[in-house]
């Protein structure tokens, strides 16, 4: 399981900065959502991964951290989420404008010349 962990989170990562080194405003902003679901992820991954156990405490019964999830990263994780939902709207909102603006979609504001 921490292998397929290891390598979504390196898959993701690798893909967003990938995307980020692209010429077009959309991919950037594509490279930049890719990045913080890495960044999610290892976030989230941290808190460790426990399968079957109970979400809460048993009546009378004292809980230690070997047998429950740390809930700090899955909090910090999907206030994340809401903030990067949010700047994503935010970038395709500022490149329409821009789109309309220059008339391209380049990072640089012209295109290639052949």
Same mark, same amino acid.
């Given at each position: 399981?921490?292998?397929?962990?290891?390598?979504?989170?390196?898959?993701?990562?690798?893909?967003?900065?990938?995307?980020?080194l @692209?010429?077009?405003?959309? &991919?950037?902003?594509?490279? /930049?959502a890719? $990045?913080?679901? *890495?960044?999610?992820?290892?976030?989230?991954?941290?808190?460790?991964?426990?399968?079957?156990?109970?979400?809460?405490? &048993?009546?009378?019964?004292?809980?230690? /951290? *070997? @047998?429950?999830?740390?809930?700090?990263?899955q909090?910090?994780?999907?206030?994340?989420?809401?903030?990067?939902?949010?700047?994503?709207? $935010? /970038?395709?909102?500022?490149?329409? *404008?821009?789109?309309?603006?220059?008339?391209?979609?380049?990072?640089?504001? @012209?295109? @290639?010349?052949?």
């Amino acid at each position: 399981m921490e292998l397929v962990l290891s390598l979504g989170i390196g898959i993701l990562a690798g893909s967003g900065v990938w995307l980020l080194l @692209r010429p077009r405003t959309f &991919q950037v902003i594509i490279g /930049l959502a890719l $990045l913080s679901y *890495a960044v999610n992820l290892f976030i989230f991954s941290t808190g460790g991964l426990r399968t079957g156990a109970a979400a809460i405490l &048993q009546a009378g019964e004292a809980g230690t /951290l *070997a @047998r429950y999830a740390d809930p700090l990263p899955q909090a910090l994780v999907l206030t994340a989420i809401v903030i990067g939902f949010a700047t994503t709207a $935010l /970038l395709l909102v500022v490149l329409l *404008a821009t789109r309309g603006l220059t008339r391209t979609d380049h990072v640089d504001g @012209r295109e @290639r010349e052949p």
